[in-house]
């Protein structure tokens, strides 16, 4: 029976990819995020699957590619959906052996892009936090607050010293609503997590 459970649990975790060589890749990220969502059997008609198209690839491919300087020893991808329009937004965080690098690109029309450096001990504290996460289970659809998108709704990606990992997002991870209506509600840990960060908080 312990047997039986333990099948049954591990074909029920949410999976996580651990990505490619990243001589292949950039970093060893699925830029296209498509090999997370199949192995998280993330259905054609979801929402996030629309949200990024047939022929999505992120656009700071070409920010990471071609990375010039010192070299990356730790990284940080987050994507995700605006929350009013759905516009991409994307964060990249970066760490060399001296700076740390922000890098942020909004699909706006006109498109906004930031590039700031962080405080290296902050970005250390902030890796350290979101690094350990493991994916979490989107909630039911009879529970998601009104408007708020159903399933998955963004990726992040991390990378330190040749390995890296792919997950996706719930809309837990960015808040938490104790009602329907949300007017109850907290932040998620990726809502908190960025408070590390000076340039987040409020």
Avoid at 153 to 174: C, I, N, P, W
Avoid at 184 to 189: A, D, K, Q, S
Wanted: glycine share 4%.
């Amino acid at each position: 029976m312990k047997q039986i459970l333990l099948l049954a649990l591990l074909f029920s975790v949410p999976k996580i990819i651990y990505a490619q060589n990243s001589a292949t890749l950039p970093l060893g990220w699925d830029l296209t995020y498509k090999s997370v969502l199949n192995a998280n059997h993330v259905g054609p008609d979801n929402w996030v699957w629309k949200w990024l198209g047939p022929d999505y690839e992120s656009p700071i491919k070409k920010f990471i590619a071609p990375w010039k300087g010192e070299a990356i020893e730790s990284a940080i991808l987050i994507e995700y959906p605006a929350p009013h329009a759905a516009e991409h937004i994307t964060m990249l965080f970066v760490r060399t052996k001296v700076q740390a690098h922000y890098i942020e690109l909004v699909a706006d029309d006109p498109p906004h892009r930031t590039r700031e450096t962080l405080k290296t001990e902050q970005y250390d504290k902030f890796f350290g936090v979101v690094s350990a996460w493991q994916q979490a289970t989107p909630l039911k659809p009879e529970d998601v607050p009104n408007d708020a998108i159903p399933g998955y709704s963004g990726f992040v990606s991390f990378y330190a010293r040749g390995k890296s990992r792919q997950m996706l997002l719930t809309s837990e991870d960015f808040v938490i609503c104790h009602n329907k209506k949300c007017d109850n509600y907290e932040p998620g840990r990726l809502a908190f997590a960025l408070t590390i960060l000076s340039r987040f908080k409020v």
